[in-house]
């Protein structure tokens, strides 16, 4: 159905919790992305995967980790979130060596408190 | 690092009127490509336009590599199109995103 799925919608933590966002595609990507979205800042890359355990960091990558076991799924990790992590927070995924389509899921808004 | 400098930050058309975005990147390898992101939604890809002109429905982008810069016409604005719109480069695996023009259509 070529669909990038996030979840979950919404999010409101407290400072100090694990936080774990997730992401699932159906086209079988091997390519994944994780972004944030601030006012005024555009995207920023947080992490690639190029396939199953096989990531690497972006452009700010502190703060937060990745796993990817499932070519379908790819999930962003944060331990102990902090207050400057309240974003929203894009998935997208392409296929491997393509410079097509890139397919973004609908977000996560997250809130730390 | 990469740079990726849009112009101008935002904009405000009457429905009908045209409108031009500019993209400067810092590489000449760039595969440019141009997403449009509604208000409060998701981003969605518009046009990959690494060089010459391309165009699709309302929309054309030209890109020049070799000084660095894209534009994306919009033709006949409507209010549907209101929104942002980004340019990003790819080197390699790595997208990098401008910080967007923010267009508003009025009725």
């Known amino acids: 159905d070529m669909k990038v799925t996030q979840m979950p919608r919404y999010l409101i933590k407290r400072m100090g919790e694990n936080v774990l966002l997730e992401c699932g595609q159906d086209m079988s990507h091997e390519t994944m992305y994780w972004y944030r979205q601030d006012p005024g800042l555009g995207l920023q890359l947080i992490y690639i995967?190029?396939?199953?355990?096989?990531?690497s960091e972006g452009d700010i990558p502190k703060g937060y980790r990745v796993s990817r076991k499932k070519r379908e799924h790819f999930s962003l990790i944060l331990d102990s979130a902090k207050t400057n992590q309240t974003s929203v927070y894009f998935c997208a995924s392409r296929r491997q060596f393509s410079n097509e389509r890139l397919f973004f899921g609908h977000g996560t808004k997250l809130s730390v408190l | 690092g990469q740079q990726v400098q849009q112009s101008p930050a935002s904009l405000v058309l009457q429905e009908g009127e045209n409108a031009e975005l500019q993209c400067n990147f810092s590489s000449t390898a760039t595969r440019l490509q141009w997403f449009y992101q509604r208000p409060g939604g998701s981003l969605v890809s518009l046009l990959y336009n690494p060089s010459g002109t391309k165009h699709t429905g309302r929309l054309t982008s030209t890109t020049v590599t070799k000084e660095r810069r894209s534009s994306l016409h919009i033709s006949s604005s409507q209010t549907t199109d209101s929104g942002t719109y980004f340019c990003a480069i790819n080197m390699g695996y790595k997208l990098t995103f401008g910080t967007g023009t923010s267009l508003l259509v009025d009725p």
């Open positions: 995967s190029y396939d199953v355990d096989s990531n």
